[in-house]
């Protein structure tokens, strides 16, 4: 997948997530219908928020989301603005959902952190800073030069 960052006022950024939810009691409650109507809200609340879809897969019995979103908002609140809208809609389009079970999702998800380069490069990349030829000649600088 090629990089794509985004810009705003506060910085360059490209954070994904990756997003897990199940219907309450892991009920297999979400296929035919149901399931082609969550995928079409899931794409709607993206849109609204300006959050795109990199992968989405509506299972019978979960949901896996790959989505990309902007640094304000928190892995929570991401996870909880498709939830939550989704609970919603679906219970009052599909009365069965409402009489079978109290709440659509379980309270609980997974959420992780989705990037480019995994955790062992950045570790790496931190720790060689003053590797760098142009690093090493600032950090001899630093050291002749008194600290005020």
Not at 84 to 94: A, D, H, P, Q
Not at 113 to 124: H, I, M, P, R
Request: hydrophobic share 40%; glycine share 8%.
């Amino acid at each position: 997948m090629a990089r794509k960052v985004r810009r705003y006022s506060g910085g360059v950024y490209d954070l994904g997530l990756h997003v897990v939810w199940c219907p309450k009691y892991r009920r297999r409650v979400l296929g035919g219908r149901v399931a082609v109507r969550l995928r079409e809200l899931i794409e709607q609340k993206a849109a609204e928020k300006g959050w795109e879809i990199v992968g989405l897969e509506v299972m019978p019995d979960q949901v896996h989301l790959f989505v990309k979103h902007e640094p304000k908002a928190s892995a929570s609140y991401v996870a909880n603005q498709f939830k939550g809208f989704t609970s919603r809609v679906l219970r009052e389009e599909f009365p069965h959902l409402k009489s079978r079970m109290p709440t659509l999702w379980s309270s609980s998800f997974f959420v992780a952190s989705v990037g480019v380069v995994g955790a062992d490069t950045v570790e790496k990349y931190i720790n060689t800073q003053w590797e760098r030829p142009w690093m090493k000649k600032r950090k001899e600088e630093g050291e002749r030069a008194p600290r005020v």
